[in-house]
Each structure stands twice: as C-alpha cells, then as structure tokens.
C-alpha cells in the first residue's frame, strides 16, 4: 500500500514539473521576439497573415535550441546526401521524407532534437525578420504552400546566396531560391538562426 502511494505521489510531482516546465517555457518564449517580430509584422500588408503570426508568437517564438556545438557544414552535408529523394509526407528516409522530416533527420543525426512538424520547428531559434539577414544554416519557413490548420506548412535550410534546400512536393529534396519570383518569394515569411543562437 505504501508503494502505491509513493507512485501515485511521485507520477503527480512529474506530471506537475512537466507542466510547470512547459508553462514556463511558453511564457519566457511568448515575450521573446521583440523589435524583430514588430518589424516582421510592418512588413506585411495581409492583416489575417498578421493576427495568426501574432498568435504563434504568443503560443512560443524563440525556443532556445542547444545545437550541442554541432556546426552549419555537417548538418548541410547531411540534408544534401537526401538530393533526389522523392517526397513523401511523414517520411523520414531515402525511400521518401517531407520538408520537416528533411531538417529532423539532417539535425538529428549530429545529436540536436527537433519535432517532425514546420510548424513547431519554427519557434526554436532567433527571429528574422528579413530575408536579408539570413546566414548560411540558418532556418527559412513558408506559408500557404497547401492547406492546413497550421500557419507554417514548408520548411528548408538555407545555404546562402538565396538557396534554400527542401523536400519540394512536386520534386522531392532539391535546391531552390527563396527570392523566386513566382512561388517561393510569395510563401516566405521568415528565417530563423538555430546557431550560435544561445
């Protein structure tokens, strides 16, 4: 009997630290953003595209992510061996990966976690506002790109001089540029630095 009541006692005590983590980790995440978010959200005319940015950021922004001193090259180096692997949503291999799927598994083999979703992949990292501060192994994030109950639907790392690697829909993992004129600068909404971001 004595048992049971130091598991139930102990099973409360985690589940209640695990709240209490969470609800601070929003809380301290929600306030982040600052200036940068202001300046995001000057620079866009949609007023639906700035009500939902405003409720992302107060459900969480700029989660700190501990890259464990793992460097920009290695994590290229490993989304560039998925070039040519066909797209498919949930997938996380050469037989087929999606966009989140492709930063998951790129960051994940060098040890650093991240959630298979675009959506929650981009509150981890500093805020960037503009396409115009973006840093090789920096994170860039897309809207509208199919329809979804969440803001984010595409994600890529960006690998400088307006190139982006992504698992594409239509053509799986390829390089792209964020400053096409005809899709991909419409969708941008904003990049992310997961290095040195601490």
Known sequence: ???????????????????????????????????????????????????????FKNEGLEYDLNTKGVKPEQVI?????????????????????????????SFGKHGVVLPHSSHEIARYGVLLPDP??????????????????????????????GQFIHASASKGVMISSIDDPYYWKKKYVFGKRVFNAN
């Open 1 to 55: 009997m004595k048992n049971l009541i130091y598991l139930f006692l102990f099973s409360v005590l985690v589940s209640c630290q695990g709240k209490l983590a969470k609800s601070t980790s929003s809380d301290k995440s929600a306030k982040k953003g600052g200036d940068a978010f202001e300046q995001l959200v000057r620079g866009i005319s949609d007023p639906k595209l700035k009500r939902d940015l405003e409720q």
């Open 77 to 105: 180096k490993t989304a560039r061996g998925y070039l040519g692997t066909k797209h498919k949503m949930g997938g996380l291999n050469k037989r087929g990966i999606d966009c989140s799927g492709l930063i998951m598994v």
């Open 132 to 161: 115009k501060y973006l840093i090789r192994g920096d994170l860039v994030f897309f809207v509208d790109t199919y329809k979804s109950r969440d803001l984010i639907t595409h994600s890529g790392i960006y690998l400088g001089d």
